[in-house]
């Protein structure tokens, strides 16, 4: 079946230094989508990527989606205490059968930053 | 508009009991999804509910299952408890259209703990 990998699966820095977390598909996607997990609390939806080669930036935030549509990644620039959290990627592609979509969530990159 | 609500919030039962959680989506939102976390296996798909069939499935035993309701809401069910099973259940809704599985709006959760 599909998989999503996510790597690294945790990340310390320090405040003010970059981050950046990586997810890679073994099948092509339609769309990745990320997502950000506080401690102790549920996902929350940050952005959805489509298109081949797509950047779309949130402030400190940049995602990238690959042009072959099979891998994504997200940075964050000059880290801060409160990007603490799980980033999860989670892919999107048509099921086997055609009829549906079906969205597959990487294991998620625990960022820990150090004030 | 109020959020994704998931009753009871915490729980705790003995292997071999059954137990059925409860997931009140977004109001409008036609799919249902169910995911399983634990810290060693991240987010786990469980299954999907649209219109009140089951549109995906993931890879878990028959003893989890799942029903959705005529105005959208869901319970998933899990028989015959087992220690692994202690995990935290989170329901998420979507619109859900043709395009692909859309922003998944997560509740907070159920935390299950098997004794």
């Known amino acids: 079946g599909q998989q999503v990998m996510q790597i690294p699966q945790y990340q310390h820095v320090q405040e003010g230094e970059d981050f950046t977390t990586y997810c890679n598909s073994s099948?092509?996607?339609?769309?990745i989508q990320w997502y950000k997990q506080r401690p102790g609390g549920h996902p929350v939806f940050l952005i959805q990527?489509?298109?081949?080669?797509e950047v779309k930036k949130q402030k400190r935030l940049t995602f990238q989606f690959g042009e072959a549509k099979k891998n994504s990644s997200l940075h964050i620039t000059a880290t801060q205490t409160t990007d603490v959290g799980t980033y999860f990627c989670a892919g999107n592609r048509r099921n086997s059968g055609g009829s549906n979509y079906k969205l597959t969530f990487g294991k998620g990159t625990l960022l820990t930053v150090n004030p | 508009k109020a959020g994704v609500t998931q009753t009871p919030r915490y729980l705790i039962k003995t292997r071999g009991q059954q137990v059925t959680l409860s997931c009140s989506p977004i109001s409008g939102h036609r799919s249902v999804s169910w995911y399983q976390q634990t810290p060693g296996q991240g987010l786990q798909f469980l299954f999907e509910y649209f219109s009140e069939t089951q549109r995906n499935k993931g890879n878990f035993p028959g003893r989890f299952s799942g029903r959705q309701f005529s105005n959208s809401r869901s319970e998933m069910n899990v028989s015959t408890l087992e220690l692994g099973d202690s995990a935290l259940y989170l329901c998420a809704s979507s619109l859900a259209s043709l395009a692909g599985v859309e922003t998944q709006y997560f509740g907070p959760g159920t935390r299950l703990l098997v004794l």
């Open positions: 990527l489509v298109k081949s080669g």
């Open positions: 099948t092509t996607l339609s769309n």
